[in-house]
């Protein structure tokens, strides 16, 4: 249909452009515009050869970006000028293979959507009542995907073969599955079935018999998006107690999955930041103060203010939410400090003994993903564990990255990072590498990243610790050059990263531990920082962690510690002394001679510290279990602050012993421990922006940054950020990316790009 005066252009889309309906969205934009030719995916995102009138031309290019599909996230369109060949019609051609991808992405997978939903829901739809329902706007993405360019052959549903009704819907340029590359039905798709703790079929519909099993009592294996997970009715005490107890001692807080948003408000209070969090296509776990009355057994989170709660996100999900119309309980299905279960035989066998019977289906999962968590801090999103809906989204950075980067990241709470380009794609959640399982699974998922986004890397990041798992995999690379980052700056520069933002700063970075660059163990750091290196301006009074290890699962060590540097053997009469009685003076001596004693400035033991002292927790079962508890019995009316000394000099030192001695001196008075928490807060906070002050004298530097896992504590987020603000501080902290060490792979590769470029 081109005529005289008709221009023909080549163009590039680059971006999150493949898996989301984008190809069929260009065909329908150039049947808007009149425009002719084609579409298709390579490995580098969408080409396109479009033919029509200038202004037709122009109009089509701006809707490429301006009216892409919700998931989409165009990232660069590039034309330039070829010759015009006529012809008429518009339409998608075949993907075009190549060896090295460089700019398609793989989306992460979104939550089913409202058409899809009400498919589900209706009996005159082919697809009612179909666990695998899915469209161009929803369904797996990233955890299905085995290889790039993305079509149905790169996905674990090649093993279905699409019927003629369906494969009608993928061809049909006016159907909203058109190129949708999951599409399925009952009559071609995935199955569902129930099994017995046997694993032998159990008889009938599957979702009506998992869901009689949760109204038994029982504890129910259920294959989800990223794995398995465990599930039981939130209201069973008696259930939730099985669940902990056959997860092996499990304490960490179990997030409780509602219907919809008005069964979310019945479990927690949500404010309008948390309910958009709640509903969107990611679907994560939120966060959100836990309501009075809320219809939850007291064991689903111990301890805790707040109570973790998502929507469902497949309509396997939506079905069995609808069936039980009560919350139920949707824990990760593994063992205490293993990966997520996601293959059959795998799930089955380890979770045999945990789970009293199974509902799987024959899709597999390629890449595992965990349910990804949030906070809302100040209206925002405040990413605590980013993983399923979120990874494989790249975090673009306006930095080039000069040769491909691998950063390994940190121990704990382990993520990895690839980046090339002015990309870095951040992996999903893969755990504490602690075990074989989850060294294999990080292994794997750095091979799956490399795959997928054609990465090779030239440059691998690691941290200082020699003994991270994660250091010994980066030395074990070979033809690479390594480059060590310390921990802290790895926070601070992750930090900037996310902002955008070259430094220099004055970076705080508060996190459990993390080795310092003098060999002793930091925590409680202020780094004068940019992204090629940093000065250490400041820290924490240091400490002996008495036992080491066990001092971080005994937090009443670390009062040991503190109580006998402040007081020596005049110790005041304080209940955690009474309570420990026996090993207090080996410990205490343990501590005096340094013996297995590391010195330490960490923020995450200061808090154990006064967590113990208050009465709140003397042992742990998780990482970060004292600092949490002591955060959510903070009494928010509570003014007063326990005051600290800055200690002059280089570095400044914060007596953070003042803190700790005041909370004992407080509980010695009877002063209970919401106030004492809220104190110490506060007392901390005040110390935080002192410091702050100080060093910004010193440098001129107005801007802070606030990394490490401490600062997911939005107690104190808000008391340093309030008071930085007050002086004029501008301030940067986290959204997109976590504070804790699941952000850490970033700022590493960030560092290393840096020094790449020197
Ligand atoms: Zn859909
Ligand atoms: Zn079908």
Redesign the pocket.
């Known amino acids: 249909m081109s005529g005289t005066g008709a221009r023909r252009i080549r163009v590039r889309v680059e971006g999150l452009v493949q898996g989301v309906g984008f190809r069929p969205f260009v065909c329908g934009l150039a049947g808007a515009y009149g425009v002719s030719g084609f579409v298709g995916n390579d490995p580098g995102g969408v080409f396109i050869e479009a033919e029509g009138e200038p202004s037709a031309l122009d109009a089509f290019t701006a809707g490429l970006t301006a009216q892409a599909p919700p998931l989409a996230l165009v990232e660069r369109v590039s034309v330039e000028p070829a010759e015009p060949v006529g012809g008429s019609g518009f339409r998608i051609v075949a993907s075009r293979r190549g060896e090295q991808p460089d700019g398609a992405l793989v989306s992460p997978d979104a939550g089913t959507c409202a058409a899809c939903l009400r498919e589900l829901r209706d009996p005159g739809d082919r697809r009612h009542r179909y666990p695998f329902a899915n469209c161009t706007d929803c369904g797996p993405r990233f955890t299905i995907v085995t290889g790039v360019p993305y079509d149905r052959c790169a996905t674990t549903m090649a093993d279905f073969e699409?019927?003629a009704?369906?494969a009608l819907e993928y061809g049909d340029p006016g159907d909203r599955r058109f190129h949708a590359q999951p599409v399925?039905?009952p009559?071609?798709?995935p199955s569902l079935r129930a099994l017995g703790a046997d694993g032998l079929p159990a008889a009938g519909d599957p979702v009506e018999v998992a869901a009689g099993w949760l109204e038994a009592g029982r504890v129910v294996a259920i294959k989800g998006l990223g794995g398995y997970h465990l599930a039981v009715l939130a209201a069973d005490g008696a259930a939730v107690a099985a669940l902990r107890a056959r997860k092996r001692r499990e304490s960490r807080p179990f997030a409780v999955l509602a219907a919809d948003a008005a069964a979310a408000g019945t479990l927690v209070h949500l404010e309008p930041a948390a309910e958009r969090l709640l509903t969107g296509t990611s679907r994560p776990i939120v966060l959100a103060p836990r309501r009075r009355d809320a219809p939850v057994a007291g064991a689903v989170a111990p301890g805790a203010r707040d109570l973790g709660v998502m929507l469902p996100y497949t309509p396997l999900h939506h079905l069995l939410a609808e069936r039980l119309a009560v919350p139920y309980v949707l824990t990760s299905g593994n063992l205490t400090d293993e990966p997520i279960a996601y293959r059959d035989e795998e799930a089955l066998r380890r979770l045999a003994g945990v789970a009293d019977g199974f509902l799987v289906h024959d899709r597999r999962i390629e890449a595992p993903a965990d349910d990804s968590l949030v906070r809302v801090f100040r209206g925002r999103e405040l990413v605590v564990r980013r993983s399923r809906g979120y990874a494989p989204a790249p975090v673009g950075v306006p930095w080039r990255f000069p040769r491909p980067v691998l950063a390994c990241g940190a121990q704990l709470k382990n993520t990895f990072c690839v980046a090339r380009g002015n990309q870095a794609f951040l992996s999903q959640h893969i755990g504490d590498l602690e075990s074989y399982e989850t060294l294999r699974s990080f292994a794997e998922g750095v091979e799956h990243f490399c795959r997928i986004f054609g990465v090779r890397p030239a440059v691998v990041a690691h941290d200082l610790h020699p003994e991270y798992l994660s250091t010994a995999y980066a030395r074990d690379r070979e033809d690479v050059d390594l480059i060590a980052v310390q921990h802290h700056h790895a926070h601070i520069a992750s930090c900037l990263a996310e902002h955008g933002h070259g430094g220099p700063v004055i970076g705080v970075a508060f996190d459990g531990l993390g080795l310092g660059a003098d060999g002793t163990l930091w925590g409680g750091e202020l780094l004068v920082a940019d992204l090629v290196s940093f000065r250490r301006a400041g820290h924490l009074e240091a400490v002996p962690m008495p036992g080491g290890a066990a001092a971080v699962r005994q937090p009443w060590r670390m009062a040991a510690a503190w109580l006998d540097r402040i007081h020596g053997d005049a110790l005041p009469g304080l209940a955690v002394v009474g309570r420990h009685r026996e090993q207090w003076p080996a410990v205490v001596r343990m501590a005096r001679a340094g013996l297995n004693s590391p010195l330490t400035s960490s923020a995450g033991r200061l808090f154990d510290a006064v967590a113990a002292i208050a009465g709140v927790r003397d042992v742990i079962g998780y990482e970060g279990q004292a600092a949490a508890e002591l955060e959510a019995r903070v009494d928010p009316g509570e003014r007063g602050a326990y005051p600290a000394r800055l200690i002059e000099g280089e570095p400044l030192v914060i007596a953070a012993g003042d803190l700790v001695g005041a909370a004992a001196e407080d509980v010695a008075a009877g002063v209970d421990a919401g106030r004492v928490a809220a104190r110490f807060h506060r007392g901390l906070a005040a110390a935080v922006v002192r410091a702050v002050r100080v060093v910004g004298e010193g440098t001129g530097l107005r801007t802070a940054a606030l990394s490490g896992g401490v600062f997911q504590n939005t107690v104190l987020l808000e008391a340093v950020v309030s008071g930085l603000e007050r002086e004029r501080f501008q301030v940067l902290v986290h959204s997109r990316v976590p504070p804790g060490d699941g952000g850490i792979a970033l700022g590493q590769a960030v560092v290393a790009a840096a020094n790449d470029r020197r």
């Open positions: 699409m019927c009704a369906c399925c039905c009559a071609c798709g």
